[in-house]
């Protein structure tokens, strides 16, 4: 059945609101606002702001907050800033002390905040919130160990560690040789026609422009890339008439500011990436090759190199090589470069990091074949690490069930990392990072892990506390670390 109602216009005027509307302890924000150590950081965070000196600048919980919260709901920084805008549990996430019908900041400082933040700082925070939380739980659930309990266990190795390595994409077209010459090509037009007009308002007078070709230019970029499939004699011919018209034009720019035409710092910036792109393509193209030292394959985002992968579908991958270590349900960012390397020159520091947050070696080390080296493995051998795979040297003709079991066991608790970078690239943003400059881009795959192991631990107070209610117990949160209250 349908009810049957007057029908009355809404109005915001219409529109009430109970005055005795209060944030709900339960909500998933308010929850989070209390896991994370935000006053911890807030000291660290001031250090980069001179005192007394310039228009005051957003607290620390601000910049984190709305950063965490653009990630967790996958938006835009624009539309972040209007759900914070229209959400009381999101102001009260971001550390604002009365609900505000305005903006809290601009779009664009969110840029700052990530400049600001950084990955180290971030990475921090992350380590520091599942200690704390984690710590707090177990001493309510298990109770405070005694020191002989702890000095017996110091020794021991305990645990499980999961190493792994990824690639994070950059949000850019596909390279190619043509298009990235004709993109250069493009933009020292641009720079030639701005140069131009610098040089008529000086002199007040109607110069002759240089002679660009861009006409002729287009074309024959089109006339390449349309083709389906072009023959490697076409796709010369067509690349090095592309570096003929880079040359005049760069020729032009150089003549112009000898006669006294200023660039700005962003075209004087994107010269100096044109420069290199255009002498990357020219050893390349004279020495009859398809590799170069870094490569430039963006001219927006130049410090975006190719990342070999091997994948089935996609075997080169453009954006950061990040290694990452996996530990009782949390991931954490170890390593990230833009540069291609070898992820089994990580896994020492892995193992010694995990010694010294917990204090104790892991018991074992579940990897795939590439860290599986003669040096890794003495390494573990010498600690009592057992490293998942199997020995080295051929394989026997009879294999015992419990090394069958053992080594399928391995895999399956290895697939974890493999389900957290699955996670981290379909539920948030790693697998297309929009930021387009080096160190916004760092901050936001430390971010993609932080607000993975945010969710994680959310789960887990939920869960803490539906066990204690049914025991008829309260459950009360702080910032850190977490409490029980009888």
Not at 373 to 396: H, Q, Y
Request: net charge positive; proline share 4%; charged share 35%.
């Amino acid at each position: 059945m349908y009810p049957k109602k007057e029908s009355k216009k809404s109005t915001v005027e219409n529109f009430k609101i109970p005055s005795e509307w209060k944030l709900k302890e339960e909500n998933r924000w308010v929850i989070m606002s209390k896991i994370i150590p935000w006053e911890k950081f807030e000291e660290e965070y001031a250090k980069q702001f001179a005192e007394n000196k310039g228009a005051p600048a957003k607290p620390f919980r601000m910049a984190l907050g709305s950063l965490i919260i653009k990630e967790i709901l996958g938006i835009s920084d624009r539309e972040t800033v209007e759900q914070i805008k229209e959400n009381p549990y999101l102001q009260y996430f971001i550390g604002l002390e009365v609900y505000e019908n305005e903006e809290a900041f601009d779009a664009s400082m969110l840029v700052h905040f990530r400049q600001r933040i950084g990955m180290e700082l971030v990475n921090q925070i992350n380590k520091k919130m599942v200690k704390e939380l984690e710590e707090g739980i177990s001493s309510v659930v298990e109770g405070e160990k005694s020191e002989e309990e702890k000095s017996e266990g110091e020794n021991q190795n305990r645990g499980k560690l999961m190493i792994d390595a990824t690639c994070a994409p950059a949000d850019i077209k596909y390279p190619t040789d043509i298009g990235i010459l004709n993109e250069a090509r493009e933009k020292t037009e641009e720079i030639i026609d701005s140069l131009h007009k610098k040089r008529e308002k000086k002199s007040k007078k109607k110069g002759k422009k240089p002679r660009t070709y861009r006409v002729r230019a287009r074309k024959d970029y089109l006339k390449l890339s349309k083709k389906r499939r072009p023959s490697r004699k076409e796709r010369r011919k067509g690349i090095k008439k592309q570096i003929q018209y880079i040359e005049r034009n760069l020729s032009h720019i150089e003549k112009m500011r000898e006669d006294g035409a200023k660039l700005s710092k962003q075209e004087e910036k994107m010269l100096l990436i044109i420069r290199k792109a255009y002498e990357q393509q020219v050893e390349m193209y004279e020495n009859n090759e398809n590799k170069v030292e870094n490569r430039i394959v963006s001219l927006t985002q130049p410090h975006v190199r190719p990342i070999v992968r091997g994948k089935a579908g996609t075997p080169v991958e453009f954006g950061a090589k990040l290694s990452a270590s996996y530990v009782n349900g949390y991931v954490y960012l170890y390593r990230l470069s833009w540069d291609n390397y070898n992820e089994s020159g990580d896994f020492k520091g892995q193992v010694e990091e995990f010694k010294r947050e917990t204090g104790y070696y892991p018991a074992s080390v579940h990897a795939d074949a590439i860290y599986r080296t003669r040096e890794n493995r003495a390494f573990c051998k010498e600690r009592g690490i057992r490293l998942s795979g199997p020995p080295l040297g051929r394989t026997p003709n009879v294999i015992s069930p419990e090394k069958k079991k053992q080594a399928l066991q391995d895999e399956r608790e290895r697939n974890a990392i493999e389900g957290k970078f699955g996670q981290a690239k379909r539920r948030f943003s790693l697998n297309r990072v929009m930021a387009k400059l080096a160190d916004t881009s760092e901050t936001t795959i430390a971010l993609t892990f932080l607000v993975i192991n945010l969710s994680a631990l959310l789960r887990q107070v939920l869960g803490f506390f539906c066990l204690f209610q049914r025991k008829r117990l309260f459950f009360c949160l702080p910032i850190s670390p977490a409490y029980v209250l009888y």
